[in-house]
C-alpha cells in the first residue's frame, strides 16, 4: 500500500471496520476507518442483484479516498490529486470546506 504514487496515507480494515494497519495521515485514524465502514455498509442498499462492490472513490477538492475490497480486507487510500485534472471518462463532485 505505501507504494502507491501520490498516497497521503491508508488504512487496512477488516469487514466489520477495525483497523488492521494503517500509516501516513490515515494512521490510528478510527474516524475515517468508522466513516469509510458506515459508507460501505449505506452502499449495499445500492446493490444490483448478482453484482459485488469492487471499489468506490470519495473525492474531495485536493485528495480522495480509493476504498476496495480484497481477500476479505478493506483497502483505503487517501490519494492527493490536482482538482484541475479530470479523466476523460470521469466525473468528480468536489466539495468545498467551510
Known amino acids: 500500500m505505501e507504494r502507491i504514487p501520490e498516497q497521503m496515507g491508508y488504512l487496512i480494515m477488516t469487514m466489520d471496520g477495525a483497523v488492521i494497519s ?3 495521515d490515515l494512521e490510528n ?3 475515517i476507518a468508522d466513516i469509510i465502514s458506515k459508507t460501505i455498509g449505506t452502499s449495499k ?5 448478482d453484482e ?3 471499489s ?12 476496495c475490497v480484497s481477500n476479505k480486507k478493506i483497502h483505503v487510500s487517501k ?6 485534472t479530470l479523466e476523460s471518462d470521469e466525473v468528480r463532485v468536489i466539495t468545498e470546506g467551510s
Request: charged share 10%; hydrophobic share 30%; no cysteine.
Open 52 to 54: 459485488q462492490f469492487q
Open 22 to 24: 494503517s500509516g501516513g
Open 56 to 67: 468506490m472513490s470519495i473525492l474531495f477538492q485536493h485528495y480522495h479516498y480509493s476504498v
Open 29 to 31: 485514524n478510527e474516524n
Open 79 to 84: 490519494i492527493r490529486h490536482d482538482p484541475n
Open 45 to 49: 442498499s445500492l446493490y444490483v442483484p
